[in-house]
């Protein structure tokens, strides 16, 4: 790391420090259009295959060498272990890229879907994560995160997602509690509904899942699709449950 590309930022106080430390929730993301990913595995990934998305890398001081090869675009910053540390919530004890996070477009829900499209309001940055996941793995086409929904870039968000992030058409809708009619096909997740095995996907869709906890609101007008279980558990995570509905549909779409 030898080298006037290299900054050495030292204090919290900096400016850029600071900013950098409001990149660990959604506000802080919001007001800087910015992130931070982290990951032995991510990272490098990223790097590779998103390179112009980021912006910088963070070392700690105390590395002898960076693992990844940078392009020339990427600011390179090193700063003390307490710091560094801080900015690393995930402990990789790894480089960390800033990337850039721009606003989410609005997504127009009075239009058909096509594809099929998720309409999201999980409010836990872990289980979203894991959602978009499996949303990239099974070909969803548009993924639309209401009010509730954590912010997709933030970093427990970007660790369980895996880099799915940078592969779907994210873009953000109103309040769930305001969502009452959509037109074309919709589907909602509820435990109450129809057993899911017999459900004719169509090929245009829009899967709704609702917050943790709180359900689909009553006003909504979709047809309520239900996962037969053994019945040992109450309901099955909300997150799993999506993962389900998304292969199941993708198995039978294609």
């Known amino acids: 790391m030898s ?5 050495t930022i030292e204090s919290p106080q900096n400016p850029q420090a600071k900013i950098w430390a409001d990149l660990d929730d959604g506000r802080g993301i919001k007001k800087h259009g910015l992130f931070i990913l982290a990951g032995r595995k991510a990272v490098p990934e990223a790097l590779a295959r998103y390179g112009e998305r980021f912006l910088q890398v963070i070392v700690c001081e105390t590395s002898v060498s960076c693992e990844l090869d940078l392009p020339d675009h990427i600011e390179r910053y090193r700063v003390p272990r307490a710091l560094f540390d801080k900015l690393d919530i995930s402990g990789t004890n790894y480089p960390l890229l800033v990337g850039k996070a721009a606003a ?72 769930l509690r305001d969502l009452t009619q959509m037109h074309g096909p919709v589907v909602a997740l509820d435990g109450a509904g129809t057993n899911m095995s017999h459900f004719n996907w169509p090929r245009d869709i829009r899967i709704v899942l609702g917050e943790e906890g709180q359900g689909i609101p009553d006003a909504l007008k979709a047809e309520r699709l239900a996962i037969a279980t053994t019945g040992t558990v109450e309901s099955l995570n909300a997150t799993v449950a999506a993962s389900l509905a998304l292969y199941t549909y993708y198995t039978s779409v294609g």
């Open 3 to 7: 080298g006037d590309k290299w900054r």
């Open 104 to 175: 989410l477009p609005e997504a127009d829900l009075s239009a058909p879907p096509s594809g099929l499209e998720l309409i999201v309001a999980l409010g836990d940055p872990n289980n979203l994560g894991a959602l978009l996941r499996s949303a990239a793995a099974f070909g969803a086409k548009k993924i639309i995160l209401m009010a509730e929904a954590a912010h997709p870039f933030h970093p427990k968000t970007l660790r369980a997602g895996a880099n799915a992030q940078f592969e779907l058409n994210l873009m953000r809708g109103p309040s």
